[in-house]
């Protein structure tokens, strides 16, 4: 059977022309590959096609480069990003943590304080923490964290590491409600450390101040002194801190000077109080005193005799008085003549 011969093909004419065309390239073909093999002559010029060629190729591969770079620039952004956040979650972290630890550092620091206070003044006191504040223009209290299962009574006063705080006005069976020396219906007596004057301070409706409405024109009262607890009217004990005096100015009448303290203890800082007991009163009559006098190596012998007495001591007799009223006078040897 006779194979199918395309006539439009140049290369498979049936011609002679054809069979003639192709052998010459096939030929042409085998010098160029023999020369270049021994000659390396086409090196140059592959080189010089290489540099035209070579900007095509990067020109059809920018699309995958491009793809690519972005590819990776997002991932890169993304790690960068979660990188960033817990760089970020860990800082907040360690200064919550920073910031716990100079709260606890703070915290034990008043605890040692109140200790130190409680370990100075020898006292019956109950540790107490402050859960809750009631101020206000006309209320300055505070709620604790005691109450009547720990023997707590109306009264009581609370105190800090610095000075007085206020005392017990409501007790429930587990919490208690404080009055501050700061509201306005609380007086408190003192006495002006410095000179020893007597007087009462009061709160104020501003609630950070002490005032003392009524001292006498002439007393000696300074900017800087301070105030303690006088003890009269049995409530506070003597001695504790209360505040300085920061203003001292005549009243509107001008027959007394009136006075502004600041309290000394920190009433809008403190978060664990003191509450003082009452010391219980000694069963028994009291210790018998020591004997006094002199110190027994300088107290004299009672065996021994007097200093001034001889062998035989002769006493002096007195007679009863003559007729004349006038005393006989003792001679020399003891006898009345």
């Known amino acids: 059977m006779a194979l199918n011969r395309d006539d439009k093909s140049p290369l498979f004419s049936p011609g002679v022309a054809g069979t003639l065309r192709l052998i010459v390239y096939l030929a042409l073909a085998c010098v160029l590959m023999v020369l ?82 409680q370990h100075s003044l020898s006292l019956n006191v109950q540790l107490a923490r402050l859960i809750g504040v009631d101020l206000g223009a006309f209320r300055h209290r505070i709620v604790l964290n005691v109450g009547a299962r720990d023997q707590v009574k109306p009264g009581q ?17 587990t919490t208690s409600v404080a009055m501050l020396i700061t509201d306005p219906n609380h007086a408190i007596p003192v006495t002006i450390e410095r000179t020893g004057l007597r007087t009462v301070a009061y709160g104020s409706r501003g609630g950070d101040m002490l005032t003392l409405p009524n001292i006498p024109v002439s007393a000696d009262v300074q900017v800087g002194d301070k105030l303690v607890t006088s003890g009269l009217g049995g409530r506070f004990p003597p001695g504790f801190p209360v505040g300085e005096v920061r203003e001292v100015g005549q009243t509107a009448s001008g027959t007394f000077l009136s006075a502004n303290a600041r309290p000394a203890a920190d009433l809008d800082r403190s978060e664990d109080v003191l509450l003082l007991h009452d010391l219980a009163e000694p069963a028994g009559p009291p210790d018998v005193a020591p004997n006094a006098g002199p110190p027994a190596d300088l107290a004299p012998d009672p065996n021994a005799p007097p200093a001034n007495a001889g062998p035989n001591p002769t006493l002096p007799r007195v007679t009863a008085p003559t007729a004349s009223g006038a005393p006989a006078r003792p001679s020399s040897t003891g006898t009345v003549p």
């Open 157 to 173: 006063v609370v105190i800090d590491a610095r000075g007085v705080m206020g005392q017990i006005i409501d007790v429930m069976p």
């Open 36 to 117: 270049d093999h021994r000659g390396g002559w086409l090196a140059n010029v592959r080189y010089g096609l290489s540099i035209v060629v070579e900007p095509i190729y990067r020109i059809a591969g920018l699309p995958s480069q491009g793809f690519q770079a972005a590819t990776v620039a997002f991932a890169d952004r993304q790690r960068l990003t979660e990188a960033n956040q817990r760089l970020r979650e860990d800082l907040l972290l360690a200064n919550a943590k920073l910031n716990r630890m100079a709260s606890v550092a703070e915290q034990n620091q008043r605890l040692k304080e109140l200790l130190d206070t």
